[in-house]
């Protein structure tokens, strides 16, 4: 059974967000963080398979009109994807927003590695010990 914990994003610098995770047996399997903007919101998601993440998808919604525009549909945006997979905590494919395979010996592929890397098990950490039920 899925324990599922959540912990809301208060950070003063968009519209607030929260990062849920779920749980099989007290090892993390998936968490995603939601943050909103005024002008858009980002979507992540997380996946990992003992202790390591295996695949991040990131889904940025970025909205016609500022939510506080009386025309403002959320229904209404330019969506962005990205895919990373992993493999014993390297990168192994990157797909960006335009659908490109960017090569592991680019130099953005290097530092997207390590900066998705930290993040990754940072987040693994806070979700195994301080989420809230």
Do not use: C
């Not at 929260?18 to 939601?34: A, F, P, Q, R």
């Amino acid at each position: 059974m899925y324990k599922r914990i959540k912990k809301d994003i208060i950070d003063g610098m968009g519209e607030g967000g929260n990062i849920v995770g779920y749980l099989y047996k007290d090892s993390v399997k998936l968490v995603i963080e939601t943050n909103y903007w005024e002008s858009g919101k980002e979507r992540t998601e997380y996946y990992y398979d003992k202790g390591a993440p295996i695949f991040v998808y990131n889904l940025k919604y970025h909205y016609k009109r500022p939510i506080y525009d009386s025309a403002f549909n959320s229904n209404e945006y330019v969506l962005e994807e990205e895919r990373y997979y992993f493999n014993n905590k390297k990168m192994i494919k990157w797909i960006d927003n335009k659908k490109n395979n960017i090569v592991s010996t680019n130099s953005k592929f290097i530092q997207t590695e390590k900066r998705l890397l930290e993040y990754t098990l940072g987040l693994i950490e806070d979700a195994s010990n301080n989420f809230k039920e």
